[in-house]
């Protein structure tokens, strides 16, 4: 639950009648803040939400996919590209031809161990410009 009560700000958001709104928040507290956008009247088609954690993904916005909000957020790596999954299994397997046991965390982008270390071994694939493109994501299902 969010420590901090965000509805007197979403309240003094609502009155001004901006429908354009930046999220800058950690990313454990993107589903509260939503759920009090909603609460409020604040989560409908007029409503739009840019979300500026990398790790959006890692939140559950079912709740919120009915509402017509536009809710948009950056995705650095597309971890389901076989291109990248390989680059990364490389990666483990080159470690271990070491000796090292390369434990990756769950994938967190803004766990900076891990999406540097990705990152490095994305920018070190031979093709890493077609590796970089915008995807758009949708919550609809």
């Avoid at 959006?56 to 957020?73: P, Q, R, W």
Wanted: aromatic letters at 6%.
């Amino acid at each position: 639950m969010c420590t901090i009560h965000c509805r007197p700000l979403l309240k003094q958001i609502k009155n001004s009648a901006e429908s354009h709104i930046v999220l800058d928040c950690s990313t454990e507290r993107i589903y509260d803040v939503l759920k009090q956008a909603q609460q409020i009247g604040m989560m409908s088609d007029y409503h739009s939400y840019l979300i500026t954690s990398l790790d959006l993904h890692s939140v559950d916005l079912e709740e919120f996919k009915y509402g017509g909000t536009n809710i948009t957020a950056l995705r650095l790596v597309d971890p389901d590209d076989p291109e990248l999954q390989k680059v990364v299994q490389n990666w483990v397997y080159g470690e271990l031809r070491y000796g090292r046991k390369l434990d990756l965390p769950p994938p967190r982008v803004s766990d900076l161990d891990h999406s540097v270390g990705v990152l490095s071994a994305l920018l070190s694939c031979k093709h890493a410009a077609q590796c970089l493109f915008v995807i758009p994501l949708s919550v609809s299902g």
